[in-house]
Structure formats: structure tokens, C-alpha cells
């Protein structure tokens, strides 16, 4: 199983809005309405930010929404704070009844 | 509070055998279905096993199928992975996760992770 398709990294300045993409194929992404996405910060352990393609869990920041479309999911950060910042990872369950992560985005807000 | 500690990391050498365990609290852990997630350093996230919440399926990657073993002890809250055959590139930061919700495999919450060196 690849590994979901991610851009490398993606930045933005304070207030602004980004979108980070994840692209499977039909048999992952396109497949199931089950990709979630994650925050990890240096050091740290993944953190949920999204679920089921656009369910927020309670805590995360309303800023934080997700979409998908065909087999490119997407996670947008609205009003972009300096906190956002760190590595982003999509998960898509797949048709063998296993799980593939993406390749993971590093956010920068410039 | 969901509360997941790992533990039974280490240095082992190629081709040897080693135990993870995760210690569940703070949620009904009978109820959910749990996975182990790697990180080798300065690299990405890579799904391992999952198992539902009585054990009675577990599911593998590739490349780890064969070789490692998920169960859980209900009645102890605590989840394992016996890993053996170790390869070098088995080296990684092993994450227990709990499922996002009751019921649910899609992965939700993370344990710190627990680091295991497969080194000669």
C-alpha cells in the first residue's frame, strides 16, 4: 500500500487560510468517507484534528475543517495562528482492511 | 482522561524478538478498538496492526504480517504487540491508538510512543 500523496510543505502568513491535500486512489481516499487528519508537533505524539472526512472532535478549534472530493481529501486552517504550526498527516482506511498514512505536510506561518 | 502508556522498548539486535505493551486508562477499554502506529526518526507515520475489542480480528500490514503479533487483556486494560524476527528497519517509535469512538477502528487517540533500536 503507497502512502497518501501530501505536498511537502505549505506556509502561510498570521490570519490567512491554507488548505493541505491528500491524494489516494479509489480504493483508500476516494473509497470511504474514513480519512481523518494530525497534528504532531517536535517531539510529540499525533494529535486528531479531523475525522470521517469533516468531523471536528471536541477541543479542536472550529478553524480546522475538512473536506474531500474524488480521491483528494483536503484540510483547511482558517485565521492561521502561529500554534498551527508543525507536521500534518492524512489516514485513509483502505480496501484491504488496513490503514495508509500520507506522506505528512510541514505548516509554517511566516 | 484517555490515558495510553507504552512501554517494553528498547535495543535489540537484528533477528531478535521483543514485547510492547500499553497500559489503557481514563475509557472503557473493552469498548474500542485499538491499533499500533510507527514512526522511524525524522520520518512519517506508518500504520502497523489493529484489533477489534474482543480480539477476535486483527489486521497487519505487509510488512510487518508474519512477524508481529497484536492481542489485548481486557480484564488488564492493556494492549500488546510481540514483535519478532526484527529487522534494522523495523527501528521506530511505536504508538498505541485507540479508536476515535465506541465501536469505531478509524484511528483516534495516541499513546507517547515507546522507542524501539533494532542495532547490532
Known amino acids: 500500500q503507497s502512502a497518501l500523496t501530501q505536498p511537502a510543505s505549505v506556509s502561510g502568513s498570521p490570519g490567512q487560510s491554507i488548505t493541505i491535500s491528500c491524494t489516494g486512489t479509489s480504493s483508500d481516499v476516494g473509497g470511504y468517507n474514513y480519512v481523518s487528519w494530525y497534528q504532531q508537533n517536535p517531539g510529540k505524539a499525533p494529535k486528531l484534528m479531523i475525522y470521517d472526512v469533516s468531523n471536528r472532535p471536541s477541543g479542536v478549534s472550529y478553524r480546522f475543517s475538512g473536506s474531500k472530493s474524488g480521491n483528494t481529501a483536503s484540510l483547511t486552517i482558517s485565521g492561521l495562528q502561529a500554534e498551527d504550526e508543525g507536521d500534518y498527516y492524512c489516514?485513509?482506511?483502505?480496501?484491504?482492511?488496513?490503514?495508509?498514512f500520507g506522506t505528512g505536510t510541514k505548516v509554517t506561518v511566516v | 482522561e484517555v490515558q495510553l502508556v507504552e512501554s517494553g522498548g528498547g535495543l535489540v539486535q537484528p533477528g531478535g524478538s521483543l514485547r510492547l505493551s500499553c497500559a489503557a486508562s481514563?475509557?472503557?477499554?473493552?469498548?474500542?478498538?485499538m491499533h499500533w502506529v510507527r514512526q522511524a526518526p525524522g520520518k512519517g507515520l506508518v500504520w502497523v496492526s489493529r484489533i477489534d475489542t474482543d480480539g477476535s480480528i486483527t489486521t497487519y500490514a505487509d510488512s510487518v504480517k508474519g512477524r508481529f503479533t497484536i492481542w489485548r487483556e481486557n480484564a488488564k486494560n492493556t494492549l500488546y504487540l510481540q514483535m519478532n524476527s526484527l529487522r534494522v528497519e523495523d527501528t521506530a517509535v511505536y504508538y498505541c491508538v485507540r479508536g476515535v469512538e465506541y465501536g469505531s477502528s478509524r484511528i483516534g487517540y495516541w499513546g507517547q510512543g515507546t522507542l524501539v533500536t533494532v542495532s547490532s
Open positions: 481514563g475509557f472503557t477499554f473493552s469498548s474500542y478498538w
Open positions: 489516514c485513509s482506511y483502505t480496501s484491504t482492511t488496513t490503514y495508509v
